[in-house]
């Protein structure tokens, strides 16, 4: 890492608290000009999109004075943006990571304003992207723009644009770019926070391994009436083998699969029954804390079936259905292990001799982070300090962000920090995602404190 420019006399808490407070109003112009752009990487939607958002995020770090600023992919991937400016003599260098690209948007009969024009209602921003993860994009940028010329460490920003399809082509990015990424403290902008008023560093995530299976019990489909009661269909098979996946409690039921302990923290049923939108009557499944069933221990779930849809359906007999199953994987399971532990169950639990064929998807794997020693401490004094004297809790996320993992094994010795703009109503992925204000407002104040409180802790060291 180079160091270029001379050390500015830093600014104290209380400026950049006036800084940040002073910048909000074009912090949330340029998030809701990012919010407009649609731009979805998943296979079949109009990349140019992509293109569009990666060089508007582009020219926001250029506005902010970041002299080092590009647009960069791999062959085959969705553009990144890259933005670099040298740390101070003696400074550590901290990354900067969030990402441009957004989920889809679903059935827009489901939003209750456009999903790509940015609304307020009720002290909260609704939008695709307001919370997943444009607002990453917006913290870092105001940070920065706090510090101004006096930014007391180097700061490299990397805003990935296919996050939400999986990041297929991280690897080789990290490979060609590393020395462009390579940094002492990486902070992950693409997380959530406890509740309001709550903040919250992630520690632990759970992996990712889903696959596609196939049922197959006919040559052709045939009527119901001259072969039911004789000839199984393909869907009430595969139903049938679904249901396999759970025991009666409702726990996992795949053998070969870990867990990762008890948590630390916990939630009350009614708690996670309101935030889930959980029917009145519908009990939780499995066994355990509630935390614990959310973070340290594996979830099974059917995304998609494909079958005759219900208006269309005749009275014959289906001869082949298909299902999407995805599995989220404790912290400290080995991936494939698990993957192969999903297919395996897959194959060996088809009722009546039914064909099965399973075809792997996407695999990510786990991660948690031992959250101890100055860089974490440091966090969290800049958290507890934003959120007016309330300390963070360090929590698991349920979710994957399989980057992570990707991001340790390239750079082993840096400090990992996994943050976020989310609260348990942000609905990130679902229809109505949305920003609280005042949250975002804390959000982009501790991280500005935190760069500063990352420069105390290379001073204090030497």
């Given at each position: 890492?180079?160091?270029?420019?001379?050390p500015?006399?830093?600014l104290t808490t209380?400026?950049?608290?006036?800084?940040v407070?002073?910048l909000?109003?074009?912090?949330?112009?340029?998030?809701?000009k990012?919010?407009r752009?649609p731009?979805i990487?998943?296979?079949?939607f109009?990349?140019s999109?992509?293109?569009?958002?990666?060089e508007a995020?582009a020219?926001?770090?250029r506005?902010?004075?970041?002299?080092?600023v590009?647009?960069?992919?791999v062959d085959g991937?969705q553009p990144?943006?890259?933005?670099r400016?040298?740390?101070?003599?003696g400074?550590?260098?901290?990354?900067l990571?969030a990402?441009?690209d957004v989920?889809p948007?679903?059935d827009?009969?489901e939003?209750?304003?456009p999903?790509?024009e940015?609304?307020?209602r009720d002290?909260?921003l609704?939008?695709?992207?307001t919370a997943?993860?444009?607002a990453?994009?917006?913290?870092?940028?105001a940070?920065l723009?706090?510090?101004?010329?006096a930014?007391p460490?180097?700061?490299?920003?990397f805003i990935e644009g296919?996050?939400?399809?999986?990041?297929?082509?991280?690897?080789?990015?990290?490979?060609?770019?590393r020395d462009?990424?390579?940094?002492?403290?990486?902070?992950?902008?693409d997380?959530g926070n406890w509740?309001i008023?709550?903040?919250?560093l992630?520690t632990?995530l759970r992996?990712?391994?889903d696959?596609?299976?196939?049922?197959?019990?006919?040559?052709?489909?045939?009527?119901?009436?001259?072969f039911?009661?004789?000839v199984?269909?393909?869907?009430?098979a595969?139903?049938?083998l679904l249901?396999t996946?759970?025991d009666?409690?409702?726990?996992?039921?795949i053998?070969?699969?870990?867990t990762?302990?008890p948590?630390?923290?916990e939630?009350?049923?009614?708690?996670?029954?309101q935030?889930s939108?959980l029917l009145?009557?519908?009990?939780l499944?499995?066994t355990?804390?509630?935390t614990?069933?959310?973070?340290?221990?594996?979830?099974?779930?059917?995304l998609?079936i494909?079958?005759?849809?219900?208006?269309?359906?005749s009275?014959?007999?289906?001869?082949v259905a298909?299902?999407?199953?995805?599995l989220?994987?404790?912290p400290?399971?080995?991936?494939?292990?698990g993957?192969?532990?999903?297919?395996?169950?897959l194959?060996?639990?088809?009722p009546?001799?039914?064909?099965?064929t399973?075809?792997?998807g996407?695999?990510?794997?786990?991660f948690?982070?031992n959250?101890?020693?100055?860089?974490?401490e440091a966090a969290?004094?800049?958290?507890?300090?934003?959120?007016g004297g309330?300390?963070p809790?360090?929590?698991?996320?349920?979710?994957?962000?399989?980057?992570?993992?990707a991001?340790a094994e390239a750079?082993?010795n840096?400090?990992i920090?996994?943050t976020?703009?989310e609260?348990p109503?942000?609905?990130?992925h679902?229809?109505?995602?949305s920003?609280?204000?005042?949250?975002?407002?804390?959000?982009?104040l501790?991280?500005?404190?935190?760069?500063?409180k990352?420069?105390?802790?290379?001073?204090?060291?030497?």
């Open positions: 890492m180079t160091n270029q420019l001379s500015a006399t830093p209380a400026q950049l608290r006036d800084a407070e002073r909000l109003p074009q912090i949330r112009s340029d998030l809701e990012l919010v752009i731009g990487a998943f296979p079949g109009d990349h999109t992509v293109q569009r958002s990666a995020t020219e926001l770090f506005a902010a004075g970041v002299p080092d590009r647009i960069v992919s991937g990144a943006v890259i933005a400016r040298p740390a101070p003599p400074a550590p260098t901290v990354l990571y990402h441009h989920q948007v679903g827009e009969a939003w209750q304003s999903p790509f940015p609304t307020e002290g909260r609704y939008g695709r992207g997943d993860d444009k990453g994009i917006a913290a870092h940028l940070a723009r706090a510090h101004g010329d930014l460490v180097g700061v490299t920003v296919e996050e939400e399809c999986g990041s297929p082509t991280l690897g080789a990015f990290l490979e060609q770019h462009l990424l390579a940094a002492d403290v990486i902070v992950i902008a997380s509740a008023g709550q903040p919250a992630t632990s992996g990712l391994a696959c596609y299976v196939e049922v197959r019990t006919l040559q052709h489909a045939v009527h119901s009436g001259m039911g009661g004789a199984p269909d393909a869907l009430t595969l139903c049938r249901a996946l759970h009666d409690k409702g726990d996992v039921a053998e070969g699969l870990t990762a302990g948590t630390q923290v939630q009350s049923e009614q708690v996670l029954r935030e939108s009145d009557g519908v009990q499944i499995g355990g804390s509630i614990e069933r959310l973070w340290h221990k594996p979830a099974v779930s059917v998609g494909d079958c005759p849809d219900v208006q269309n359906a009275n014959t007999l289906i001869p298909r299902a999407k199953v995805s989220r994987l404790a400290g399971q080995d991936p494939e292990a993957m192969q532990a999903l297919m395996n169950h194959r060996t639990h088809a009546w001799g039914a064909q099965v399973v075809t792997r996407e695999l990510g794997a786990p948690a982070i959250a101890v020693g100055p860089v974490y969290r004094a800049a958290f507890r300090e934003a959120w309330t300390a809790v360090d929590i698991g996320v349920g979710g994957s962000i399989p980057f992570i993992a991001f750079f082993p840096a400090a920090l996994v976020g703009v609260d109503d942000s609905r990130a679902g229809a109505n995602e920003l609280h204000l005042g949250e975002f407002a804390r959000v982009c501790a991280e500005a404190l935190l760069l500063s990352l420069a105390e802790v290379t001073a204090a060291s030497k």
